[in-house]
């Protein structure tokens, strides 16, 4: 199985990535975590700079078998067309849920600043994508078992 979980930050990919992978006897990759420290990247080379090593670890990903794979809250737009093979989920939540979820971490660049703004103005520049990307699995008030299954029910 070949799956790619997109969705924004916070909604729960990585946790649903590791469940899946688990249950299923497969590998999981967050590409996050394939580029190095987002933080730190994006303070050395700028979004654009972080953005092309984004790509590059998406092709990477995107040859491999018998994975689950997250997409960092950009990943759709950078490269979603990589994935048109696989099989694929979008996790959603409201914005209030999201920013909940998130509280004060500092390891998200893209939501620098006023932290409600950001969310809501990259839910509304990204919707589109994710929309075009695959089908919803809305996690604003599920635990993870249950999206789990849901999401399994997809596939």
Sequence with gaps: MR???AGPSGVGKTTLGVELAFRHGLRFVDVDAEIGDPPAVFAAV???GFRALER???ERLAVLD???VALGGGGVAVGGALFDAWRRVVLMADAEVLLARLGDATNRPMLSGDRRERV???LAARRGG???FGPWVHTDALDV???TRRVEAML
């Design 3 to 5: 799956l790619v979980i």
């Design 130 to 132: 994710w929309r075009a």
């Design 145 to 147: 078992d249950t999206v």
């Design 46 to 48: 700028g979004e654009a």
């Design 66 to 68: 018998d994975v689950v």
């Design 56 to 58: 590059r670890a998406m």
């Design 120 to 122: 809501l103005a990259l």
